[in-house]
């Protein structure tokens, strides 16, 4: 078969495993509790006979609860299936066909570089610094050769999470060139998110999800927000694509999610208690991790490959994510999951510790 020369070319980002038998799912950052009850309703609720129509290809009731939620107008709210679609939407309608590539750190979020090759947009890759943290002096330095920039914060894999200040003095460094801060943790992280900021700062893009801190991974549903310029760019994109952006189903849940505040308060509070708490009994056991921002802690122990712990874990029965890149290949990334979870998890790591690696 002759296939396309792009589609020759392409590696697709790979998904974390989605087990059919029951293991104790720790790879994917999904949310251990159900979504609101609201959701519940507003599915029950939903009119079915509906259904026979596309949906509002503006998904104005759904961009305006994300508007008050935010505290921006509707028209700087864009949203689509998933942040992965609004982000392959912003790589397509900000850096595609420019000269000077995209930057992005080496170790972050591995579907940009994916969204880049699909939408043969260049990018160039700038190295975390020793300690795996953004190396935001370096990106500013590079602002001149560069058509813009992306980062996710808190970052991916790393769970670490950079001051919002200077971030800040990132997205000024880059004038008019869209910079991208992909937030799919920042409700789990102690620094505040840039969403208030698109007023001031026009050139930046904050894209969040409702897959993470609202359990609705299943629904597929995020957004960005900023100046309508950038907004009107991606939906430019979107209507070259898919004149509707979410299905109405989803549009229903993910509005019943985003209006229940009190709920979201609740469940992100029992993730970032059990994050500590996993926390401090994974260096009980010798294991190193930075101070996780996310819902997820990213772990290595001294002396031991991260091949040979996911597998253990595995036999095990537990699921946990790792990249088998050269900088982070012994660290395993552990989804926050229940007090239930991480007590399971504890006692598997004692177990295959305790045995010798002989035993994993
Ligand atoms: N950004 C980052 C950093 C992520 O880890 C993920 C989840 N894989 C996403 C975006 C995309 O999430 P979703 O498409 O479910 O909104």
Redesign the pocket.
Known sequence: MKLSKLASTLTPYT??EQPKEKTVKLN??ENPYPPSPAVERALREFDTAKYRLYPDPTASGLRRAIAEYEGVNTENVFVG???????SFAFAAFYGGEDKPVLFADV??S?YKVFGSLYGVNYRELPLTADMRLDIKSIIGHADDSCGCVF?NP???TSIAEEREALLELAEAYGEKPVIA?E??ADFSHVRSMAGDVFTHKNLLV?K????SRSL?GA???YAIGDSELIDALRTVKNCFNSYPVNAVTAAAAEAAIRDREYFDKCVSKITYERGRMTAKLRELGFELPDSDANFVFAEYPGVSGEQLQNGLRSRGIVVRRFNSPRIKDRLRITVGTGEDTDVLISALREMLSGGSGQF
């Open positions: 998904a974390g994917t950052n299936n998933g942040s992965d679609e609004v982000l972050t979020y579907f996710a970052n991916a894999p992909d799919a943790y894209v999800t409702f897959s993470k991974a597929r549903c995020g």
